[in-house]
């Protein structure tokens, strides 16, 4: 009987095999071009939209610092080199709000991430209403700052503010918040820390949840206490997570704006500017006087101030990481 063939029941039938499937020719150059290019197409939309709203304003920015341009005619531009860089730097004014804006932000910035990561160590246990007490966190960063700086400014008040009531309570005499350097400083900064404090919180509690629990296990069997846990395991596991709050919040220090600005309605940061910071300097010199030049220069002057503060606190991240490393 031949292959293929089946004469059962007196028929003969053929049988033929299916024909083998035709393998796809090799793509062309076209589509090999476009699979190796389609995922820069993905990303372009950001890089655009970031080179027109981002870069594109930082290197305009820095064109215009060098020249003199007035609010009123910012068509006349008149070249001055870095002039404004040096008028700067010979205007008391300036030197008081970097000054100010430093310790501004480290009243603001030590408590508020102390505060935070104790808070985040109290949620990370099981608690009662966990969930509610850490929405609540959220909510005075989800406050606008309008809202939470103009209710501050009537806590803070002189003759009718709550604070001053609860100080004469004690027997302390009523506090001027608005007028006194280092009492307008330590209201601003209480915003702040208002603010900020329950998001940092819930950053840290995020570290936490990360830390393997086998660690903490492993001290507890070795005898090490509660406290020794929070220093030798927690704290070494938060330490990432606790090097990009410092970052975040020292560029958040280093942009304060809305907080001075509406604590008392005041661009010039109190009648001595004795809380006016980078920012509202910045928006004193371009709308306050019109010298849009002048304001270019301090924004590119907070830039690089951010990029040494960064590249300190990076540095010194990087340092300790390698010291542990080397032990």
Known sequence: MAPGTDTSKGRTVTLTAPAKPISPSRPPAVRRAWQKLSPYAYITPFFTLFAAFGLFPLIYTAFVSLYRVE????????????????????????????RN??????????????????????????????????????????????????????????????????????????????????????????????????????????????????????????????????????????????????????????????????FEGSVSGGISHQYQTLGLYMYEQGWGFFHLGRAAAIAWVMFLLILVLVGVNALIAHRRSRKEAGR
């Open 71 to 98: 609010l009123q005619t910012p068509g006349d531009m008149e070249w001055r080199g870095l002039d404004n860089y040096t008028a700067l730097l010979n205007d008391e004014f300036f030197w008081t709000s970097l």
């Open 101 to 262: 804006t430093f310790t501004i932000g480290v009243i603001s910035t030590v408590p508020q991430l102390v505060m935070a990561l104790g808070l985040a160590h109290l949620l990370n246990y099981k608690l009662r209403g966990r969930t509610f007490l850490r929405t609540a966190m959220l909510l005075p960063y989800a406050t606008s700052v309008a809202a939470a700086t103009l209710v501050f400014a009537q806590l803070f008040g002189r003759d009718f503010g709550l604070i001053n009531y609860v100080l004469g309570v004690v027997g302390i005499d009523p506090v001027d918040w608005q007028t006194g350097t280092v009492a307008s400083q330590i209201a601003v900064s209480t915003i702040v820390i208002w603010r900020w404090t329950g998001y940092n919180a819930l950053i840290y509690l995020a570290g936490m949840q990360s830390i393997p629990s086998e660690l903490y296990e492993a001290a507890e069997v070795d005898g090490a206490s509660k406290w020794r846990q929070f220093f030798h395991v927690t704290l070494p596991g938060l330490r990432p997570t606790i090097v990009f709050t410092v970052i975040v919040s020292t560029i958040g220090a280093t942009q304060l704006f809305g907080e001075p600005l509406l």
